[in-house]
């Protein structure tokens, strides 16, 4: 079982859709909850990241995090077709100056014009 | 643009060979990590350098090792190359706050190993 698992969709809503993406994970260790955006051929970029349970919000972007289940979401209101891309969840463990990121597989989002 | 560059953006070679892949960091970011991306294996983490040292190993192969060198440029260096190794190789880098947890992807290099 990989330690973070994520629905790898494809996903396709018209645009004005609310977006729901989720992950799980079973590492009771990760304290940092952080969501990525993937365009085609491209490095992934942030899109928000959190380190408490409870919903943190930027823009049409909400990252709810629920750590007792171990379950991380991403919704995205208003949906455009410039969200289109690919959406990574990835959490960590800090040790001192280490980062290593454990990534989930992706989930594949078109937002139809 | 993260200002993360890596070179070459794409590079073909052949089975059993070597290849080193380079990464600049953001300018000030003293942590450089390694990442590859493979359609089955999703982005796994390799390795993170922080000022020249060492901080966090993941599923590195002992095939491939990394460096970064005083002016904090990164090196990947993939030997012994095999068909599986083809992928797209991430540098990523973050800020000189040992606390951030702001990962700043490169555009990648694309290996193809035929």
């Known amino acids: 079982q990989k330690e973070v698992e994520q629905d790898p969709g494809p996903l396709s809503v018209p645009e004005g859709a609310i977006v729901s993406l989720n992950c799980t994970y079973s590492n009771s260790a990760f304290q940092y909850f952080m969501w990525y955006r993937q365009y085609s051929r491209k490095g992934p970029e942030l899109l928000m990241y959190t380190y408490s349970s409870g919903n943190k919000e930027d823009g049409r972007f909400t990252a709810q995090v629920d750590k007792s289940s171990k379950y991380i979401s991403l919704f995205i209101r208003d949906s455009q077709p410039s969200d289109s891309a690919t959406y990574l969840c990835?959490?960590?463990?800090?040790?001192?100056?280490?980062?290593?990121?454990?990534f989930g597989s992706g989930t594949q989002l078109t937002v139809l014009p | 643009d993260s200002g993360v560059t890596q070179t070459p953006k794409h590079l073909i070679t052949a089975t059993g060979q070597r290849v080193t892949l380079r990464c600049s960091p953001r300018s000030g970011d003293l942590s450089v990590y390694w990442y590859q991306q493979s359609l089955d294996q999703g982005l796994q983490f390799l390795i993170q350098?922080?000022?020249?040292?060492?901080?966090a190993k993941g599923n590195i192969l002992e095939r491939f090792s990394a460096q970064q060198f005083p002016d904090l440029h990164s090196e990947l260096n993939l030997s012994s190359l095999e068909l599986g190794d083809s992928a797209l190789y991430f540098c990523?880098?973050?800020?000189?706050?040992?606390?951030?947890?702001?990962?700043?992807f490169g555009p990648g290099t694309r290996l193809l190993v035929l």
């Open positions: 350098y922080y000022n020249g040292e060492e901080r």
């Open positions: 990523a880098s973050s800020p000189v706050e040992e606390t951030s947890e702001t990962q700043y």
């Open positions: 990835a959490m960590t463990t800090p040790s001192g100056s280490a980062r290593q990121l454990t």
